[in-house]
């Protein structure tokens, strides 16, 4: 049951690097999103994909960017790290359009410095 | 600006206590969820209410959806130290994606 697949599991960056963080889900799920958990924020929301093909900006896009390579793996790209990208960063698939019930990956905690 | 607020932000009770988590928007909500999470993992649904009014029973785990579809309650039942973990509610407008609250820390002391 490997469900949400997330690597790596840890990452540390020099400001001003690259980095493209990996997703792959094995439900057969249309949707995939990622999420970034800060202390007292909540999950906010990157960029999602309703379906193989699309991608959307969420609620905090600003220095990211993704692919959705098929329908198994939703990738996240820092193109050029800032401080401010440290926190832990979810990737999430949902079997949408059925009622609307996401299931995450472990994490991947990443610290800009 | 978190368009769920849910309170309050931290609870430490003792073991065999009752507890009750809020989460409240200004929005109405096609339907609800409640995720927890434990620490270095990621968030496990609970549960997902839809209909205003309903009310949902997870063993000790009491959730409602308001009339309104505006807010939702998690009450738990004589707390067990298992139930620690940071609970969120995460809403949906029929779209394709869920917005989601900035938590509740519950901690239970054995």
């Known amino acids: 049951n490997a469900g949400v697949t997330q690597t790596p599991k840890f990452q540390v960056l020099k400001t001003g690097q690259s980095m493209t963080l990996q997703c792959a889900q094995d439900?057969?799920?249309?949707?995939m999103y990622w999420y970034r958990q800060d202390p007292g924020m909540g999950l906010r929301l990157i960029y999602y994909?309703?379906?193989?093909?699309?991608?959307d900006k969420g609620e905090v896009p600003n220095g990211y960017n993704v692919s959705r390579l098929n329908k198994r793996e939703f990738s996240l790209r820092l193109e050029s790290a800032a401080p401010s990208q440290t926190s832990v960063y979810f990737c999430?698939?949902?079997?949408?359009?059925?009622?609307?019930?996401?299931?995450f990956g472990q994490g991947t905690r990443l610290t800009v410095v | 600006t978190q368009l769920l607020e849910q309170s309050p932000q931290f609870l430490s009770i003792q073991e065999g206590e009752n507890l009750t988590v809020y989460c409240n928007s200004s929005?109405?909500?096609?339907?609800l969820q409640w995720y927890r999470q434990e620490p270095g993992e990621g968030p496990v649904l609970l549960v997902t209410?839809?209909?205003?009014?309903e009310v949902k029973k997870l063993k000790r785990l009491t959730f409602q959806f308001g009339d309104a579809r505006k807010d939702s309650s998690l009450h738990i039942t004589a707390a067990q130290p298992g139930d620690t973990g940071l609970y969120l509610c995460?809403?949906?407008?029929?779209?394709?994606?869920?917005?989601f609250g900035a938590g509740t820390t519950v901690t239970v002391r054995a």
């Open positions: 929005s109405v909500f096609s339907s």
């Open positions: 994909s309703a379906s193989e093909g699309t991608t």
């Open positions: 209410v839809v209909t205003g009014g």
């Open positions: 995460a809403g949906d407008f029929n779209d394709y994606k869920l917005s």
């Open positions: 999430a698939s949902s079997p949408w359009p059925d009622r609307p019930k996401a299931f």
């Open positions: 439900m057969n799920h249309n949707s």
